[in-house]
């Protein structure tokens, strides 16, 4: 503890004087015949309890010179304090992480308001992935460089594709030799099937695409992970800070 030491002429007694501020930080630890009190660091107000001799948590306090208007004094002994002891096994951890790599570029269409279906267009998309669990052996939760190649995985596979869903209602996917085509009641897509990434999700949104990469990583790091980790989420942001989060047990 660090303090600040001032002089006073009155030395005699004076009665207590407490701060009306509850905020104020004032603090009397002991008085000098020399007349000298020391108060912490930051206090706000003067006013404070005075007494006569040390103050018995801070009896070997050093003594306090003055030499014309210098006032010369050493910093207080750091008082007996109970040791703290954290238990590591009480707190909780995780790792999250959001690298640009993790970012692709799609394109997609989806249906909102019961029968809107809009036009095709394309975002850029960004990911970040959270793992919560226990510190293994290494004292970290999952070892980021697997975590990371797992996320950059299932990224590259989506990265400048069409993304479609499979399990609309309403679109209808059908796929032949050559060609994949969507269909939305009288309008129609048709592109090459190398072009396409057929999710299993009713609509190709920001929090179904999470989901699925969600499961992609979960599946992949599952053998290496094994069953400690404790939860999973995966945020997939589709324009500059609009995010789709899924978060599920591990």
């Known amino acids: 503890m660090t303090g ?3 002089a006073f002429a009155d030395v005699g007694p004076k009665k207590t004087s407490t701060a009306s501020n509850k905020n104020a930080l004032d603090h009397q630890v002991g008085r000098f015949q020399c007349g000298v009190r020391w108060c912490q660091k930051g206090s706000l107000r003067s006013g404070v309890c005075r007494r006569q001799g040390f ?3 801070y009896s070997h306090m050093p003594f306090l ?29 995780r790792v999250e992480i959001a690298k640009e790599a993790f970012s692709f570029a799609a394109a997609h269409f989806i249906t909102f308001a019961g029968d809107i279906c809009e036009r095709i267009h394309g975002h850029n998309y960004g990911v970040r992935v959270v793992v919560e669990g226990p510190l293994d052996e290494n004292r970290y939760v999952v070892d980021f ?45 048709v592109f090459p099937n190398e072009d396409c990434v057929l999710l299993p999700v009713i609509n190709t949104t920001a929090e179904e695409i999470a989901r699925v990469i969600l499961d992609k990583v979960r599946q992949s790091t599952g053998d290496k992970f094994g069953e400690a980790i404790s939860m999973i989420e995966v945020a997939v942001d589709e324009n500059h800070g609009q995010w789709g989060v899924c978060r599920e047990p591990w």
């Open 55 to 57: 103050s018995s948590q």
């Open 4 to 6: 600040i030491y001032q």
């Open 65 to 93: 010179r003055i030499r014309g208007n210098r006032q010369i004094a050493h910093s207080p002994p750091i008082p007996n304090r109970p040791i703290i002891v954290i238990n590591p096994n009480s707190a909780s951890y």
């Open 145 to 189: 460089i697997a975590l990371r190649d797992a996320v950059l995985e299932v990224t590259s596979q989506l990265d400048h594709h069409v993304l479609l869903p499979t399990d609309h209602r309403e679109i209808r996917i059908t796929s032949d030799d050559r060609e994949t085509t969507a269909r939305f009641r009288d309008r129609r897509w």
